[in-house]
């Protein structure tokens, strides 16, 4: 094989490698619009039923302020991807699962505790409430996969400075969770 068939090999290889790639990142981006509009109708159907505010317990709060803190850590460990140091990233990744498992208790203790109070609310409709809170956790569940999917690929070397997509993906999936949850939290104590 000739050297300039080798060099155009490789060039359509490239800019395949790069369609695929721009092709992932709309479908990811797609898939979070439509998941965010999901979750706003989901709101909207949940505020409809039940105009009045209704009570927010603390695990909620709580879960806002670890999110906040998610958002920090992938954020480091996005920062640690570009300069390659790869066992730090490992570490906050290991930290995001932590705080990921700690949300899902917080979220579990504020719906126990949420649930007690509006059963004391006379004509409350329950059922666009739990099917938010189910949606929501089915999102917590995609972000956690996520996490242990980086993980993964972090052990194989699949993610460097050069190849950070899926560290980037992390932090917009933790961005929304934590937006999701905080207009919840605000819309409903209003």
Do not use: C
């Not at 490239?14 to 797609?30: D, G, T």
């Not at 709101?43 to 209704?54: D, G, T, W």
């Not at 089915?138 to 052990?155: D, M, Q, R, W, Y």
Request: charged share 15%.
């Amino acid at each position: 094989m000739s050297q300039v068939n080798l060099r155009k090999q490789i060039q359509v290889r490239l800019e395949e490698k790069r369609k695929l790639s721009s092709a992932r990142k709309s479908y990811f981006l797609l898939l979070l619009i439509a998941n965010g509009l999901i979750m706003l109708t989901l709101l909207s159907v949940m505020f409809l039923y039940n105009p009045q505010s209704i009570f927010i317990p603390v695990g909620f709060m709580a879960s806002i302020a670890l999110l906040a803190l998610l958002i920090v850590v992938v954020w480091k460990a996005k920062y640690y991807v570009r300069e390659d140091d790869l066992q730090t990233v490992k570490v906050y990744i290991k930290v995001a699962l932590v705080i990921v498992v700690l949300h899902v208790l917080m979220l579990i203790f504020g719906v126990y505790k949420m649930l007690g109070e509006l059963e004391a609310i006379h004509r409350f409709n329950f059922g666009a409430l739990i099917i938010f809170l189910s949606y929501y956790a089915l999102n917590i569940l995609f972000t956690a996969g996520a996490l242990f999917s980086v993980l993964k690929k972090l052990e194989h070397y699949e993610i460097h400075s050069r190849n950070g997509v899926d560290i980037n993906r992390l932090f917009v999936l933790s961005t929304f969770l934590f937006i999701t949850l905080t207009l919840f939290v605000l819309l409903a104590g209003l």
